[in-house]
């Protein structure tokens, strides 16, 4: 399963950005659809995820602030980021578990500027 992250880029404190994440499979059936960030010297963090039962949960820096959502007729994953702070700087992966196997895009550059 491939997935296609986009929608990154460079915005002022405040702004707003939206990514997206097509996935060559369906997601309909996944155990959970994600998104992780990883600023420079971090680890990896999740971000926001929306589990099987429709349940989301967020990471408590974007609450609030960002929020999840999924078009399983076109497999893709959404991320609407409101609010953006600097602290939000990271490269952001969608994630899909499916149980039998995870997969994860390849990375968009989210860069806010104060």
């Known amino acids: 399963v491939q997935l296609q992250a986009s929608g990154g880029g460079r915005v002022q404190a405040g702004g707003s950005l939206r990514l997206s994440c097509v996935a060559s499979a369906g997601i309909l059936n996944a155990n959970a659809v994600g998104w992780y960030r990883q600023a420079p010297g971090k680890q990896r963090e999740l971000v926001a995820v929306?589990?099987?039962?429709?349940?989301?949960n967020y990471a408590d820096s974007v609450k609030g602030r960002f929020t999840i959502s999924k078009d399983n007729t076109w497999n893709t994953v959404y991320l609407q980021m409101n609010n953006l702070e600097p602290e939000d700087t990271a490269v952001y992966y969608c994630?899909?578990?499916?149980?039998?196997?995870?997969?994860w895009g390849q990375g968009t550059q989210v860069t806010v500027s104060s």
């Open positions: 929306i589990i099987r039962s429709g349940s989301t």
């Open positions: 994630n899909i578990d499916y149980g039998w196997d995870q997969f």
